[in-house]
């Protein structure tokens, strides 16, 4: 239920009598119809994206054990972060509860289209056929099998795979009615881990494997500060914040929502550790940044290549069925952003279709112009990723309208954003620096 509108709330922000997560209805009639096991799905497969693929090269960076305690710490903090969320938005007024309805409740209709835009931007996605970065060229699995052909690039591969299997999800209207294609995905990264670890094991009795460092190696690093270029790609593996309101909107009570929500962050933290320790095991030093580029011919760990092409084609299905998860919540923000004060984005199916059609669009294009996912994630890491996991629902506690919050969750919040400021800061400045030495040592290069 909706909280009362009564000024006793304000008198004690730690009144007994003040729910903890007040429920409120959503929907287009009330909550309710889905499952807990249909959230926690769909949670999941919000959470493990292609995120995922830059784990083991933030490993690689930071080594083992720093490695799992900033993902464990990172999982810690989303979990406070979404409670704040669902606490706030049961006191924030008449309508259908949304992410940037709650921002619009406590910093105004600025405050919404910066998180609009925010959410926008990181909800762009990719489903890769080949990867391109730091200089070489990673074929995709039907490159290898039947050669560089027009058919089996990239952007032919791209286009088949929205046309043919994405358009049929994405056009769906309800966020439970994904819950299946999302329990599959979540299989198919526990194959993909499966199959990590089946390569991971044939590696070690072969002697192909390399031990993977406990701690970071500095002479390696540019510099101490290159190790906070690891933590926006963490941050940005477990930004889902998008998909908090229309989950929870479809289920019964808030606490079926913080209970899937802790199932999922439990889940996908096992998935990343496991995924990130048995890629750097396998690779070591040579593990790039999108560690699929390392299950090819040219980079394999002298493992059988069906093995390679199995892990490469496992999580590739993933992303696919990860995709209209993304899409939902992009093409809810960017219609507040653009049409806000109309009818709900699903009851307009001219809108719902044409902005889908805009959207899918421009979601291809930038696939095929952005194909390296480190560089991406680093950025968008930093500032848009950061801002939705972190500061926002941190800035709604120490604004706190409906006066509600506690000492301790204030102090938990201005911690929240002191953490996260700095250490984006130190990461945006560590990536410049060392995108301009690389451009300087390239041209002292092309110079001889």
């Not at 619009?104 to 990719?126: E, Q």
Request: aromatic content about 10%.
């Amino acid at each position: 239920m909706t909280p009362p509108a009564s000024t006793d709330k304000r008198a004690g922000a730690g009144a007994l009598d003040e729910p903890l997560l007040p429920e409120f209805s959503g929907g287009h009639g009330g909550g309710g119809g889905a499952s807990v096991s249909g959230a926690v799905f769909n949670v999941s497969t919000s959470i493990v994206g292609a995120g995922i693929m830059s784990i083991p090269a933030a490993m690689r960076v930071l080594g083992v054990v720093p490695a799992l305690f900033l993902v464990a710490a990172v999982a810690a903090l989303s979990d406070v972060s979404v409670e704040f969320m669902l606490r706030y938005t049961g006191w924030a007024g008449a309508g259908k509860p949304t992410y940037a309805g709650l921002i619009g409740d406590a910093f105004g209709r600025a405050g919404a289209a910066v998180l609009n835009v925010c959410i926008a931007f990181t909800t762009t996605g990719d489903v890769m056929s080949g990867s391109v970065g730091g200089g070489d060229e990673h074929a995709g699995v039907l490159q290898e099998l039947f050669g560089a052909r027009w058919w089996t690039g990239r952007e032919f591969v791209l286009l088949v795979t929205v046309i043919f299997f994405l358009l049929p999800l994405v056009l769906r209207r309800r966020v439970d009615s994904l819950r299946y294609t999302s329990a599959i995905s979540i299989l198919l990264a526990v194959v993909f881990v499966l199959i990590s670890l089946g390569i991971a094991v044939y590696a070690l009795f072969t002697g192909t494997a390399t031990m993977p460092r406990m701690l970071p190696d500095f002479s390696t690093l540019s510099s101490p500060f290159e190790l906070f270029t690891a933590v926006p790609v963490i941050v940005v593996a477990f930004t889902f914040h998008f998909n908090v309101h229309p989950i929870r909107a479809e289920l019964s009570k808030t606490s079926d929502m913080v209970a899937a929500v802790r199932i999922s962050l439990v889940l996908c933290a096992a998935i990343y550790a496991a995924v990130g320790f048995f890629g750097y095991l396998l690779f070591g030093d040579a593990t790039m940044a999108d560690v699929l580029a390392n299950f090819d011919r040219s980079s394999g760990a002298g493992v059988p290549q069906a093995l390679n092409d199995a892990a490469r084609l496992s999580y590739a299905l993933h992303l696919v069925l990860v995709f209209p998860l993304l899409l939902f919540s992009l093409r809810v923000n960017v219609d507040e952003l653009l049409f806000p004060g109309r009818r709900p984005l699903a009851t307009d199916t001219g809108r719902f279709v044409s902005l889908t059609a805009v959207l899918m669009a421009v979601l291809y294009a930038l696939a095929i112009a952005i194909p390296s996912i480190w560089t991406l994630f680093e950025y968008s890491g930093s500032t848009f990723a950061v801002t939705i996991s972190l500061i926002f629902p941190a800035a709604i506690v120490l604004r706190d309208v409906h006066g509600i919050a506690k000492r301790k969750d204030k102090a938990l919040a201005a911690t929240m954003i002191i953490l996260a400021v700095i250490t984006s800061s130190i990461a945006i400045a560590s990536n410049i620096m060392s995108s301009t030495s690389d451009k300087v040592r390239g041209g002292h290069v092309a110079s001889r």
